[in-house]
């Protein structure tokens, strides 16, 4: 695990210094802003999970001790919230798990490993409260190397009953998930009315959305 404060690997010794800790709650309006400003156009024309995140931060779903950024200095350069979710198997039991996301890197901090150490941080926080498991939807070319494997491996569904690469977990105090099967249930943070997105923006800048070819799937 990276200690809260440790050295990356980066090679400018301007940003060295990346540490690693809670979000305070004063720096909320700027985590949803950095969000913004990483999700934009990635995934498609704009993104809402900067609003995601404001959701998260309203409702019972909401971990504090999960809520995390990198910082370099006073900048803050990367955020990552989980929260509560569950896998409700087919006897109607309820297995508490968590959700990672949304998960950001300031794009000018990309691609110098601090996405992964501020990764890692999360999962060891996860495992020190105590956690079981976490999920997420992302790219598994990236989230295997912390170990997050296709949920089907698990005998983890969507809350549809579907699977696909992009839909993984991870078993952080039972690598092998024993007992946790059945569907996975995310807050209602995940599920986002497009009147209410578009009235969220406008306390934001304007920024254009673009169609574009590198548009990613998950
Ligand atoms: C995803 C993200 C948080 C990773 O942070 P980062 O600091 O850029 O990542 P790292 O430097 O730790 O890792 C870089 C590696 O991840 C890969 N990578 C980065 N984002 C990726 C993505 N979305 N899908 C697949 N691979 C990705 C890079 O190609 C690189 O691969 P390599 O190590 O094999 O060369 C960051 O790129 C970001 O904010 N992206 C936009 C928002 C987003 O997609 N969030 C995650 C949604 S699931």
């Not at 999960?66 to 039991?93: F, P, Q, Y």
């Not at 995940?190 to 578009?198: I, Q």
Request: glycine share 8%.
């Amino acid at each position: 695990m990276p200690n809260e404060s440790s050295k990356s690997n980066h090679q400018n010794p301007k940003i060295m210094e990346i540490s690693f800790r809670q979000t305070r709650e004063k720096e909320w309006k700027e985590t949803e802003n950095l969000t913004r400003e990483a999700f934009w156009d990635v995934y498609k024309p704009g993104c809402d999970e900067h609003l995601v995140l404001h959701l998260i931060r309203k409702r019972n779903c909401y971990i504090e001790a999960l809520d995390l950024v990198a910082v370099d200095g006073k900048i803050i350069i990367g955020h990552i919230i989980c929260t509560k979710a569950k896998v409700v198997d087919s006897m109607n039991s309820e297995h508490p798990v968590l959700c990672a996301g949304p998960f950001s890197i300031m794009k000018e901090y990309q691609g110098k490993g601090h996405g992964a150490r501020l990764m890692e941080y999360c999962i060891a926080k996860a495992k020190e409260l105590g956690h079981d498991a976490m999920i997420l939807f992302g790219n598994p070319d990236y989230y295997h190397r912390f170990g997050f494997r296709n949920a089907a491996e698990f005998g983890i569904t969507t809350k549809e009953g579907l699977n696909f690469d992009p839909f993984m977990a991870l078993g952080l105090l039972n690598a092998s998930l024993s007992g946790i099967t059945g569907k996975f249930y995310e807050d209602e943070s995940f599920s986002v009315d497009g009147a209410e997105l578009e009235d969220f923006e406008k306390q934001y800048p304007f920024k254009e959305k673009h169609v574009t070819s590198t548009q990613l799937k998950l």
